[in-house]
């Protein structure tokens, strides 16, 4: 994608162009802007091109009057995000000629949705790839020797749709019932299920403002009130910032991005204290030296747990999840399941999360080296002057206060390393780092180190 093209973003159209000159003005400036960073030797990747139209929506002193009635075409391959652009000024806007032709067809909400965007995934040859929180070592060996040997005749059954066997095991695993487990296809599933089934309730849903990103995505798919709530000024979650209206509460803990974790003690607190708000506790990252919630499952009606094998079991590309709560709120996540699709976790999927789940010596030697990961590298960047986030998750959220985040983002991918940048404000000077192995991390520690002696000659 070239920087014309950026740069044209808003005049690109179809039909009579804008009127007003309101266009001519507002393209003058993106260009402005793009010039500066050639003119500093940056590279104009997707990323960098988001970051400067972002830029030039903060520049309200300009005067442009939001009034432009005609839709302006975005290119479809171009980051969702730059529908801000259109939506800032008043601008209806469509993101392909199919859209134009096929939008009849659509229900009317699909038009509004703003869908999630996943994590990048690259197929870039030697690439350092620290910005979609996997985990840096193989699964355990036990879990791949089964789904191997689930790769035989019985695949042209279908699976078990209750997926008894596997809900026993982490049943065992976790001292509960079987009947108070319920597993889908990766965690975002079960979350999803779990938003359409419980949390439509009057009152709406409570999420911190810096969250998981899927969060305001299911509201808005659902039809759900979203009550967003600020972060305590040092980003941990804030529990008495919670809308005393909401009906319900979900939180990741630890967080995401920016891997602070609460006790599990001040959660199940909060629940108590609330005894008719549902309060579901999204644990992806909790095996990573936070405390869970899971062993007050039985203890408390409005509390869930749910739990994801892609992280701390090293299965992301698996796609097994589960959430953990009181019978009568398992029974509504499979009543949606079962109106939606039985069959959400096939049969190697199922062999490949048991021996994983019971492969305890794998699991707690891949917890202990990604710590020690974490803790290296933690250090390393306290080193280089960067404010590091306490993270009890397999990243850390960190800035630096003489370097600009985006641009040291874009320096490391142009050596390779692939880091995530948030342009949402309070944390638009933050990079999530994703906990490297070794070499991994020794890479990139020794890359901004370089960056730096770059900055300071």
Known sequence: MTVAQYSGLVTDRSGKGLTHGNADVFHRMVSIDMQIALGLNLQIDKAMSCDLIEHVLEKRQTGLERTFTLPVKLQDNLDLRLGRVADYFSVAHRHDDTFASMNRFWNPFLAALTPYVPGEQPRIEGLIKLNTNENPYPPSAKALDAMRAAINDSLRLYPDPS???????????????????????????????????????????????????????????????????????????????????????????????????????????????????????????????????????????????????????????????????????????ERVKNSFNSYTVDRVAMAGAIAAIDDEAWFQ?????????????????????FEVLESKANFLFVRHPQRDAAKLASALRQRNILVRHFTKPLIDQFLRISVGDEHQCDVLVDALRSLNCAEAA
């Open 163 to 333: 997926a008894s066997d596997l809900k026993r095991t982490l049943a065992h695993r976790y001292c509960l019932k079987p009947e108070e487990v319920f597993v889908g296809n990766g965690s975002d599933e079960v979350l999803a299920f779990l938003f359409q089934a419980l949390m439509g309730q009057q009152g709406g849903c409570a999420f911190p403002s810096i969250s998981y990103s899927f969060y305001p995505v299911y509201c808005q798919l659902f039809g759900i009130d979203s009550k967003p709530f600020a972060l305590a000024e040092d980003f941990s979650v804030a529990l008495d910032q919670v809308p005393e209206q909401a009906a319900c509460l979900i939180l990741p803990n630890p967080n995401a991005p920016t891997g602070i974790a609460l006790d599990a003690e001040a959660i199940v607190g909060h629940a108590r204290l609330h005894p008719s708000r549902l309060v579901v506790v999204d644990e992806a990252y909790v095996d990573f030296g936070a405390s869970s919630c899971l062993p007050y499952i039985g203890q408390l009606d409005n509390l869930m747990v749910v739990q994801t094998l892609s992280k701390s079991r090293a299965l992301a590309g698996l796609r097994v999840g589960f959430a953990f709560g009181p019978r009568d709120l398992i029974e509504a996540l």
């Open 365 to 385: 030697t891949n917890i202990s080296r990604v710590i020690t990961n974490r803790q290296r590298l933690c250090e390393a960047l306290h080193a280089l002057g």
